[in-house]
Nanobody, 118 residues
Framework: QVQLVESGGGLVQPGGSLRLSCAASGTYFSIYNMGWYRQAPGKQRELVAGITRSGSTNYADSLKGRFTISRDNAKNTVYLQMNSLEPEDTAVYYC????????????WGQGTQVTVSS
C-alpha cells in the first residue's frame, strides 16, 4: 500500500513557476514508477510527466521544455517543476504510483489545485 500526498499548488500569474511535491508513505517507494497527471474542468485526466524507478522520464509533447519531473528516493518524494505557466495549465494535478511488475497495482493522491491567472 502506498499513500500519496500532493502539495505545492496554488494561484500563480501567467509566466510564473510552481514546484509540486508528492510525498509517499509506505514501503518500497523506489520500485514504483511515478507520474503526474492533471485534469482541467470538463476535460479528461491526462498525463503530464512520468519517471521510472531508474530515473527515465517522459513528458506530454505539449509540455516539454516547461515542466520537469524528478524524484528523491531517500525522501520518498517526486517533484514537478513547472515554469512559464499558462492559463491553460490550470487544473487539478494528481500524483500516481504504479508498480512496474504487478498489473493494475497503482495508487493516486488526492490532487492539488493549480490556477494560473492574472
Amino acid at each position: 500500500q502506498v499513500q500519496l500526498v500532493e502539495s505545492g499548488g496554488g494561484l500563480v500569474q501567467p509566466g510564473g513557476s510552481l514546484r509540486l511535491s508528492c510525498a509517499a508513505s509506505g514501503t518500497y517507494f523506489s520500485i514504483y514508477n511515478m507520474g503526474w497527471y492533471r485534469q482541467a474542468p470538463g476535460k479528461q485526466r491526462e498525463l503530464v510527466a512520468g519517471i521510472t524507478r531508474s530515473g527515465s522520464t517522459n513528458y506530454a509533447d505539449s509540455l516539454k521544455g516547461r515542466f520537469t519531473i524528478s524524484r528523491d528516493n531517500a525522501k520518498n518524494t517526486v517533484y514537478l517543476q513547472m515554469n512559464s505557466l499558462e492559463p491553460e495549465d490550470t487544473a487539478v494535478y494528481y500524483c500516481k504510483a504504479e508498480h512496474p511488475q504487478v498489473r493494475d497495482l497503482r495508487f493516486w493522491g488526492q490532487g492539488t489545485q493549480v490556477t494560473v491567472s492574472s
